[in-house]
């Protein structure tokens, strides 16, 4: 088959070793190669691609689209290896492309590498920047978790699922649909650093976490001690936050203490003291049973609520490390007998000196398995109830409230998705190199707390 070279105009994007450039007619032998591929037809949403000449109609059509400027497509290359190895576009769904529906095909061979996720983030960006999009969507057979996953990682949010939704290869499959809204993605975006400075300047609070944010295993991080001297000294207020539901505040009191943080129990703020607020504000009066530590029994009981062993009405699950399998059965029962279930953090393990030990979130599966139900809440960073439970404590609103730590998809996820302003510090879990591809974008990244003191002071 001959074929014509034509190209056909969208604006290049130029990415880390890829560039996406407008497809040309000469494409089609390198997207007929791997787009017919059983492993990729099982996922796509349409029916090109049986043959190379359908693979040029797809290409003629995709030009006219783009003329008509209802569509754009660009043809992703490796800059390295000087080959085509996929495509994405983008589709008006409404009359002037306001919403939009965003495509894309890797080549197998690329698959797993992360490729379409920075793909996905640089297209999404595009049509924020340069058209009238506010809204992209995008589908997904259900079986599809690689393309599911690229979506995740973009900030897509899951709208749901249509059964049997679109007709592929002459058969009828579950599809799952998502969007990305275009003030989403701007809260998503790397902030100026004067912004960011501005904003903590103007805060009432800084909400520390604690391993690797003010102390690292027993150590105390250079200026954590005396940043929250001066916070003090400056009518600001510190508060530590903590995930882990098995030790008892006191602990943390003492522990800090130790250290020379100076702190009192109302500096403290843990999960399982979030989760007894959002039990009190949602099931006033019920029996609750807890499977937890009794630091957590003990916790839940102070707020005044009713901890029983049988006849709950509501179930809540903490890091237990005093988990035995009898509790377990009666956690299972209860879940399984439908009881609001609530747990206090999602944490899959927790650090100890010599590597993990299994967290509550390793639990959560295992009740999952047996009673086949999920949490209905989480509390926990980095979902909003433990945020919920800080502005109610402190009486402060979010703009007043900085969020301090070392983890992107906890700490920074928490303040971000409740709009609080966020702190960075690169003393701990996160490397600069992951922040380039989050979409979890803080308001001010440092190297550490002593950094934030220096900033503050200045
Ligand atoms: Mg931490």
């Known amino acids: 088959m001959q074929i014509e070279t034509r190209s056909y105009e969208v604006a290049e994007l130029r990415l880390d070793g890829l560039k996406l450039r407008p497809i040309e007619t000469s494409d089609a032998q390198d997207i007929y190669a791997y787009a017919c591929q059983k492993k990729v037809t099982?996922?796509?949403?349409?029916?090109?691609?049986?043959?190379l000449a359908e693979t040029m109609r797809f290409i003629e059509l995709t030009a006219q689209l783009n003329e008509s400027q209802k569509q754009m497509d660009w043809a992703i290359e490796d800059t390295s290896a000087g080959r085509m190895i996929g495509t994405v576009?983008?589709?008006a769904r409404s009359a002037s492309g306001e919403v939009m529906e965003i495509g894309y095909v890797l080549n197998p061979v690329y698959w797993n590498r992360g490729i379409m996720t920075r793909v996905v983030q640089a297209v999404s960006g595009y049509l924020f920047r340069n058209t009238l999009c506010h809204r992209i969507f995008a589908r997904a057979v259900t079986e599809n978790l690689a393309s599911i996953g690229v979506l995740?990682?973009?900030?897509?949010?899951?709208?749901?699922v249509q059964r049997k939704g679109s007709k592929v290869k002459e058969e009828w499959r579950d599809t799952v649909s998502y969007a990305l809204l275009k003030e989403d993605w701007e809260a998503m975006q790397p902030k100026p650093v004067q912004e960011g400075w501005r904003k903590i300047r103007a805060a009432k609070c800084f909400a520390f976490d604690m391993d690797g944010t003010v102390y690292l295993g027993d150590d105390v991080l250079p200026g954590a001690i005396e940043l929250v001297g001066y916070l003090r000294r400056?009518?600001?207020?510190?508060?530590?936050?903590?995930?882990?539901?098995?030790?008892?505040?006191?602990?943390?009191?003492?522990?800090?203490?130790?250290?020379?943080?100076?702190?009192?129990?109302?500096?403290?703020?843990?999960?399982?003291?979030?989760?007894?607020?959002?039990?009190?504000?949602?099931?006033?009066?019920?029996?609750?049973?807890v499977m937890g530590?009794?630091?957590?029994?003990?916790?839940?009981?102070?707020f005044g609520i009713e901890v029983v062993e049988k006849d709950a009405q509501v179930?809540?699950?903490?890091?237990?490390?005093?988990?035995?399998?009898?509790?377990?059965?009666?956690?299972?029962?209860?879940?399984r007998a439908g009881l609001p279930y609530i747990a206090t953090h999602p944490d899959l393990n927790c650090p100890v000196k010599d590597g993990f030990i299994p967290d509550l979130g390793a639990m959560t599966a295992l009740i999952e398995k047996s009673a086949g139900r999920l949490p209905d809440v989480v509390i926990g960073k980095p979902y909003g109830e433990i945020a919920r439970y800080l502005l109610e404590r402190t009486g402060l609103r979010k703009e007043e409230v900085v969020m301090v730590g070392d983890r992107l998809y906890t700490d920074i996820a928490t303040g971000v998705r409740f709009g609080m302003p966020t702190v960075l510090v690169l003393s701990g879990e996160t490397?600069?190199?992951?922040?380039?591809?989050?979409?979890?974008?803080?308001?001010?990244?440092?190297?550490?707390?002593?950094?934030?003191?220096?900033g503050l002071s200045r």
């Open 315 to 335: 179930v809540l699950t903490g890091f237990d490390t005093t988990l035995n399998y009898e509790k377990l059965t009666v956690t299972c029962d209860y879940v």
């Open 89 to 91: 576009g983008a589709m």
């Open 42 to 51: 099982r996922y796509l949403l349409w029916n090109e691609h049986r043959n």
């Open 431 to 454: 490397k600069r190199e992951q922040l380039e591809n989050s979409t979890i974008q803080p308001d001010l990244v440092l190297g550490g707390v002593d950094e934030l003191l220096e």
């Open 234 to 289: 400056n009518g600001v207020r510190p508060v530590f936050l903590t995930n882990n539901s098995s030790r008892s505040v006191d602990t943390y009191v003492t522990r800090l203490n130790g250290m020379g943080f100076g702190v009192a129990r109302e500096d403290i703020l843990s999960s399982g003291q979030a989760a007894a607020g959002y039990l009190l504000r949602h099931f006033p009066g019920k029996r609750v049973y």
């Open 152 to 160: 995740e990682n973009c900030g897509f949010v899951k709208e749901g």
């Open 293 to 302: 530590n009794q630091n957590l029994i003990d916790e839940i009981a102070s």
